[in-house]
């Protein structure tokens, strides 16, 4: 119950897709030698601390990209870590067509017994406005792939919104995905991030965001046709089979603590928060200069921690905790929020029990207001954050 | 003790910018009471909001010595404020001279205010120097402004100065003319003690400093006072002059001008115009002219996010102590909570007090929109004077609303009369009358409600006169009008800090007019919030807002927490400048649209 999870963060994809705004880079002709050993490096650091690692996640970017030696060297260093801890869930992040045997060999050696692919739509002209590489094709046989490996856990992501979809479509795609039998389905709206190509196009005029109507029918359609074939809902994103959910992703809304290593990583340990250099090159030299490289740290407040718990938590379909809310910060949900929860819930759009507080379905459709609303309702005047600036952990 | 013959008081009058403070720094540079080293800029202006906001909000004060003809004179300059807002200040501090120096640029000419200030200065029966500054400047044209003067106010153009603030031109000249021009002040030294208190400022080592006109006695350290209005008793601890630093004196006698420290803690103890006397054989009669400050407009400081009540509160004492011409009383609403009623003497006045609450106690402040005082005649006969919409009575107790009026005097160009005329029209304006200053340039008098002009008028003036327009104006009473209340309600709860009074013929418009502003200042929220203007129950104008019907991001919520909360707590920010109103957040540009009057 209080190990902490661990982040590996692969900074590589085959091509960077339209809407993507995780950091990551084409790999095509780099060499992920370097980086790879760096990354070792950082992980060989970071857990030599005592703390019991309970899940791990393996993501990026595209972990199955790295050439077979790099990823046979990366995954000889998890297996390391695996062995020294009680690693419960051990998730790597996959594109369908980047799957082949020989990495599944060697992922299954170092204890993965979970995987999370983006297959993203069922349609090609879908995946072309998203500028994947993979063909809907691919699905099934990935899946396929992985079961022959024995990966008894499956995820695979979905995004709905995307520019000329129809409910109807999405609808299909989601029929197709849970035909596959797979464990855990994430769906996502599509957001247009700064900086992306997808939000250039759009401010360009080429793309025309999906209809915020639309949008909603299509979560609506996700939320009844996943919980009629026995996917339950346990984040506002998703959605598992029973005891499937996602305990890694659990970490990080549970407000535990959790190690991040590589580029553009995040971790946060005894509510010490850091964030890496979101750069392979600077993350190299970071590396090799200072032992670390972290971009940023800071240490939360009570106060810090318990707008995070808020943030966080109000995601889950269980809600806020309120016995673990009063435990780690001290403060009473009842008077915490400016005592605004009362409002909402008058509302329909909190549901307020003994030990939780939880968003209803209303509430879920206007998520980031509500949260919004208590945070600013939050009285955080102790909360200036001590920022260190990029010294070593 | 200066013989009383050689003694001259006289205050320096004129229009904003045209060089007031310069002129003073070169009058107190050229007898020697400051060094040039000592000499800061505009060294009478010594507040910092005023220096940024470019005008004088408190009359200050020097004593030099001059010597003309070979005898020496002592010369007492008092700073006179120049805006419109502050009308009985400055005739306090003309009360305290015998003449004054008005100042007109020379190329500009004479403004609404010179006009104004001159008005008072003749009512106060001083003697008016005309002088007409900045002639160094291209495109000076000194001898027609001169004729200006003349034309607009009597003065003989040819008993003008011509000055330049800058060059120090004309400056002896100046010095001439204040001694020979300018009557001695007159005053028995043996009478019992009158002192006029013309200005009053809080000094953090010292307490009150009341500067005062000797008109009557004699006054020293140690006396017992009784100052005649207020009825509060003193023990003098001392007085001076100021040349221009406070410097002790062992006494001050009729005639003169000075300070007086008397162990006052608070500003709010002291009235300006208020006479000093002796406890023991003092005077019968105080000097006359005295009033108590009118404060005619008036708007609410709630506490923003982040400020309480009582730290408002706090503020609000710590600031009235030091400038006690706003007035604050507690008042509530359903909308915005528990906040302050002020008064002010005008716009600026009110604009000078937020600023300085904000920069100095570091609240913050949710205004509401300033309206005027109205008096309200009920069936039963009896008048009562609302300070705010929310005070109305219901309607069927009300046989009349009485709203208070104005004399104003603009000055433009001549090209611009006919659109000031439609201007003037929709403010419900009536002219009274028409003076050629010159070819170019006309003043015409207007009565106008002083609700209409309080806001904008002078911005609007400005535009549509290029810049060139001036506008000075004068309460005179209260007059009955067809007058209602609005009230706005946002998601169906009426907030009166919303509501305003109009006329019966603008309400249509002005209702339609502040829905749709509304509707763009407030943000869409996560339901539709209708926007209504309603009098007396009945609705006369709707708008609405949309509601968002998704505001969730469904996405990778993994563990880079940081940014997100990040974006909370900008969001947070933002809503530090909103009021809630029920579930609706109301930023505070809306409580200023209430404001606008709609003709554009
Ligand atoms: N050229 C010229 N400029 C002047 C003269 N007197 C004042 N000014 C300028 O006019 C502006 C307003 O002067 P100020 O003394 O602040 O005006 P006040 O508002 O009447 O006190 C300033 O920029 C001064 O530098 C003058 O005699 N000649
Ligand atoms: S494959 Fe995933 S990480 Fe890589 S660019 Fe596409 S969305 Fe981003």
Same mark, same amino acid.
């Given at each position: 119950m209080n190990g902490c999870g661990l982040y590996v963060h692969v900074?590589?994809?085959?091509s960077k897709c339209g809407y993507c705004d995780f950091y990551s880079v084409a790999l095509k002709g780099r060499s992920a030698g370097p980086l790879v050993t760096r990354t070792i490096q950082e992980l060989g650091l970071r857990t030599l601390g005592g703390a019991a690692i309970e899940t791990v996640f393996v993501g990026g970017g595209t972990p199955t990209v790295l050439p077979i030696d790099d990823f046979r060297r990366l995954f000889a260093a998890l297996d390391g870590v695996v062995g020294a801890h009680a690693v419960v869930e051990f998730t790597v992040e996959a594109n369908p067509a980047t799957l082949d045997d020989q990495k599944l060999s060697v992922m299954t050696a170092a204890g993965v017994n979970r995987l999370s692919m983006g297959a993203q739509s069922w349609h090609v002209d879908e995946l072309a406005a998203l500028e994947r590489l993979h063909s809907p094709d691919d699905i099934a046989p990935g899946v396929a792939m992985a079961r022959r490996h024995g990966i008894g856990n499956i995820n695979l992501d979905l995004i709905f919104g995307?520019?000329?979809?129809?409910v109807q479509r999405w609808a299909e795609s989601l029929r197709r995905t849970i035909d596959l039998g797979v464990e855990h389905i994430a769906c996502y709206g599509l957001t247009y991030e700064p900086g992306t190509r997808l939000t250039a196009q759009r401010a360009a005029g080429r793309v025309t965001p999906c209809d915020d109507g639309i949008e909603t029918d299509m979560y609506g359609v996700a939320l009844e046709t996943l919980a009629q074939n026995g996917y339950g809902q346990y984040e506002i994103s998703n959605f598992a089979r029973a005891g499937g959910a996602c305990r890694h992703n659990m970490m990080y809304w549970r407000n535990r603590s959790y190690i991040g290593v590589g580029p553009s990583a995040a971790g946060c340990v005894n509510r010490r928060r850091y964030k890496n250099v979101a750069d392979v090159a600077g993350y190299i030299r970071r590396m090799d200069a200072d032992g670390m490289a972290e971009a940023e740290s800071e240490h939360l407040t009570r106060e810090m921690f318990a707008g995070e718990m808020l943030l966080m938590q109000l995601r889950l379909t269980d809600g806020l905790d309120v016995t673990a809310f009063r435990q780690a910060t001290g403060l009473e949900t009842g008077s915490a929020f400016g005592g605004r929860l009362d409002d909402f819930a008058e509302r329909g759009l909190l549901r307020i029990t003994e030990d939780g507080i939880a968003l209803t379905w209303a509430g879920t459709l206007a998520a980031d207001w509500v949260i919004a609303e208590l945070y600013a309702a939050m009285d955080l005047s102790g909360a200036e954050s001590q920022h260190v600036a990029s010294a070593i952990g | 003790m200066t013989d009383q013959r050689l003694i001259r008081n006289f205050g320096i009058i004129a229009h904003?910018?045209? @060089?007031k403070s310069t002129l003073a720094d070169r009058i107190l540079e050229r007898s020697g009471a400051i060094s040039k080293r000592e000499m800061r800029e505009q060294f009478l202006d010594d507040m910092d909001l005023e220096r940024e906001m470019g005008i004088t909000i408190k009359a200050n004060r020097a004593t030099v010595r001059h010597v003309h003809k070979g005898e020496e004179y002592m010369l007492n300059l008092i700073d006179t404020p120049g805006h419109v807002d502050f009308h009985y200040e400055v005739s306090r501090a003309m009360a305290a001279c015998e003449g004054v120096l008005l100042l007109v640029d020379a190329s500009q000419g004479v403004q609404a205010q010179t006009v104004a200030n001159a008005y008072i200065a003749t009512d106060a029966n001083l003697e008016i120097i005309p002088v007409i500054n900045k002639i160094d400047i291209l495109g000076a044209h000194p001898d027609e402004v001169a004729l200006e003067v003349e034309q607009v106010l @009597? *003065? +003989?153009? #040819?008993?003008a100065l011509f000055v330049s603030g800058k060059t120090g031109q004309g400056i002896d000249e100046l010095f001439a003319a204040i001694c020979e021009r300018i009557p001695a002040p007159g005053g028995d030294r043996a009478a019992p003690l009158r002192a006029l208190i013309y200005d009053a400022k809080s000094d953090p080592h010292r307490g009150i400093i009341c500067h005062v006109r000797m008109v009557d006695g004699c006054i020293k350290r140690g006396d017992a006072i009784h100052m005649m209005r207020g009825g509060s008793d003193q023990i003098v601890t001392e007085v001076g002059k100021c040349t221009p630093k406070p410097t002790p004196m062992p006494d001050l006698s009729a005639g003169e001008v000075g300070y007086v420290l008397a162990g006052i803690k608070t500003l709010a103890d002291v009235n300006i115009g208020d006479t000093i006397t002796h406890e023991k054989h003092g005077a019968t009669d105080p000097l006359p002219g005295y009033k108590t400050p009118q404060q005619m407009v008036y708007c609410d400081f709630y506490p923003g996010p982040g400020t309480t009540t009582q730290g408002l509160r706090e503020a609000m004492e710590r600031l009235w102590l030091n400038d006690s011409s706003f007035t604050y009383g507690p008042t509530s609403s359903d909308a915005l909570g528990v906040g302050f009623r002020c008064g002010f003497l005008g716009l600026l006045h009110m604009k000078i007090i937020q600023e300085r609450l904000e920069r100095e106690s570091d609240v913050s402040l949710v205004q509401t929109a300033p309206t005027v005082t109205y008096e309200i005649v009920l069936r039963t006969g009896e008048v009562v004077t609302i *300070? =705010?919409? =929310?005070?109305? $009575?219901? $309607? =069927?107790?009300?046989e009349e609303i009485r709203e208070p009026f104005c004399r104003a005097s603009v000055i433009i160009p001549v090209d611009c009369v006919g659109t000031l005329m439609t201007l003037a029209l929709e403010r419900r304006g009536t002219q009274t009358g028409t003076e050629y200053l010159s070819k170019t340039r006309v003043m015409l008098r207007f009565e106008f409600p002083l609700g209409e002009i309080i806001y904008d008028f002078y911005d609007k003036l400005k535009s549509i006169t290029r810049g060139y327009g001036t506008v000075d104006y004068e309460v005179t009473g209260f007059r009955a009008g067809q007058l209602v209340k609005m009230d706005i309600l946002v998601n169906a709860v009426p907030v009166d800090a919303l509501s305003i009074i109009v006329h019966r013929d603008k309400a249509l418009f002005r209702g339609r007019r502040l829905v749709s502003r509304l509707r763009k200042e407030i943000e869409r929220h996560q339901f539709e919030i209708p926007i209504q203007a309603a009098i007396g129950g009945k609705i006369i104008a709707r708008e609405t807002i949309k509601g968002f019907r998704k505001n969730v991001t +469904?996405?990778?919520? @993994? @563990? #880079?927490?940081t940014r997100k909360r990040k974006l909370l707590e900008k969001q947070k920010e933002g809503k530090k400048r909103m009021k809630q109103v029920g579930m609706v957040s109301i930023p505070q540009e809306a409580f200023m649209a209430v404001l606008d009057p709609g003709d554009d």
């Open positions: 900074p590589f994809c085959d995307i520019p000329g979809q129809t | 904003i910018d045209h @060089g @009597g *003065l +003989a153009a #040819d008993e *300070l =705010s919409p =929310s005070q109305m $009575p219901d $309607p =069927s107790h009300i +469904a996405k990778c919520y @993994g @563990g #880079d927490v």
